[in-house]
């Protein structure tokens, strides 16, 4: 079973069960993965590509994609439950971490801080920067190691870190 049929699966459940919250953040998820589908066929429409059969099977989100866009939608929760904390709004914050949880659900296990160092000090030697100005390097051969693994932000910061070291 792929993620997006899980997820849609989730969302019957949920929708039997009368699980409010959850249907609601399921729905939204289902529609940003089909606005991502259109994306996908629109570009392969351009590209001169006309046959039906074709442009359904190419439309459809790889599992990567699926969590990319999932990725996505968390990450607006978190900014918003931020600026909600910061606007004095904590019942608004509190409805963004519920529905965060249950994104959460369906993004890997993101790493720990001090995993996601170590893996940045690895990149580091295999990118051969020496500064900050071999930011760009590191990047580079890290992201592809932490990549939806690891918050992005946390990562910026940590190779700013070792690079100034």
């Known amino acids: 079973m792929s993620l997006k049929e899980k997820i849609n699966q989730d969302f019957k459940d949920a929708f039997k ?44 989100l790889l599992d990567e994609e699926v969590l990319q ?5 968390a990450k607006k929760r978190k900014d918003s439950i931020k600026q909600f904390q910061d606007g ?6 509190a409805q963004e971490e519920k529905e965060l949880a249950i994104l959460s659900v369906y993004l890997p296990e993101q790493m720990g801080e001090e995993e996601v160092r170590k893996i940045i000090v690895e990149s580091i030697k295999e990118a051969g920067a020496s500064g900050a100005q071999d930011l ?9 190691k ?14 700013k870190e070792e690079l100034e070291k």
């Open 136 to 144: 760009g390097k590191v990047m580079k051969v890290l992201m592809p």
């Open 17 to 60: 069960a009368k699980e409010e919250l959850k249907v609601s953040v399921l729905r939204m998820l289902s529609s940003s993965l089909k606005n991502k589908e259109m994306e996908k066929r629109s570009k392969l429409v351009k590209t001169g590509t006309t046959d039906e059969a074709v442009l359904a099977k190419e439309s459809q």
């Open 146 to 159: 932490v990549k939806g693994k690891a918050d992005g932000g946390m990562v910026n910061k940590i190779v």
């Open 88 to 93: 004095g709004r904590p019942e608004l914050a």
């Open 69 to 73: 866009t999932i990725g996505t939608e």
